[in-house]
């Protein structure tokens, strides 16, 4: 038996709401979760991923992950985030170490990150379902099809195994299939 898979992408934070999202954080001052919400959405890690960059890495501007098999997978820091992470960091005196901490001083775990994107989208009233690690995946991927439309590319740089995998990104959300619909069908 064959099961249908939807053609659309769910729950996808667009990118109003993620520059809604990181343009509060700034505000609130809150520069450690800009930081998280822009890294993710900026280079598609894998929260699994994400909270292992050092800043180390980010000094090198770039991070290479041994994925399952062996695999090298190198996730690239793009060059305004380096910069704006490096003058973060200066300002603090940090100049190793694991680039997310949590409360503890210590390397923040996956699931916090997860609670506390949950915690800031409740706080500045944007949809839960949406304000996820993986969502500002989908939504670097995304964005990265938009401008460039190369899909064998995003496939190396996301560490998929199949372009088949990574085809998923070639197609649109529910909502905006729904405003092309509105704005082409007139007849």
């Known amino acids: 038996m064959k099961i249908q898979q939807k053609n659309f992408l769910e729950n996808v934070i667009s990118n109003a709401d993620y520059t809604f999202l990181k343009r509060k954080l700034k505000a609130d001052n809150n520069m450690q979760w800009y930081f998280v919400v822009w890294y993710l959405a900026a280079t598609g890690a894998r929260v699994s991923e994400l909270i292992q960059i050092k800043v180390e890495h980010v000094q090198l501007g770039f991070f290479d992950l041994y994925t399952k098999g062996g695999k090298l997978r190198r996730l690239y820091i793009p060059k305004k985030l380096r910069t704006e992470t490096l003058q973060?960091?200066?300002?603090?005196?940090?100049?190793?170490?694991?680039?997310?901490?949590?409360?503890?001083?210590?390397?923040?775990?996956?699931?916090?990150?997860?609670?506390?994107?949950?915690?800031?989208?409740?706080?500045?009233?944007?949809?839960?379902?949406?304000?996820?690690?993986?969502?500002?995946?989908?939504?670097?991927?995304?964005n990265f099809l938009d401008k460039l439309n190369d899909?064998?590319?995003?496939?190396?740089?996301?560490?998929?195994?199949?372009?088949?995998?990574?085809?998923?990104?070639?197609?649109?959300?529910?909502?905006?299939?729904?405003?092309?619909?509105?704005?082409?069908?007139?007849w």
Do not use: C
Not at 155 to 184: C, F, K, N, P, W
């Open 88 to 142: 973060w960091l200066e300002g603090h005196s940090i100049s190793s170490g694991f680039l997310f901490l949590n409360r503890f001083g210590e390397r923040i775990s996956t699931r916090g990150v997860a609670q506390q994107l949950k915690n800031y989208a409740e706080k500045y009233g944007l949809d839960t379902k949406v304000v996820y690690p993986h969502s500002f995946r989908h939504l670097y991927a995304k």
């Open 151 to 186: 899909i064998a590319l995003l496939a190396d740089l996301m560490g998929h195994e199949s372009i088949e995998t990574t085809r998923i990104y070639l197609r649109r959300t529910a909502s905006e299939q729904q405003a092309l619909v509105d704005r082409i069908v007139t």
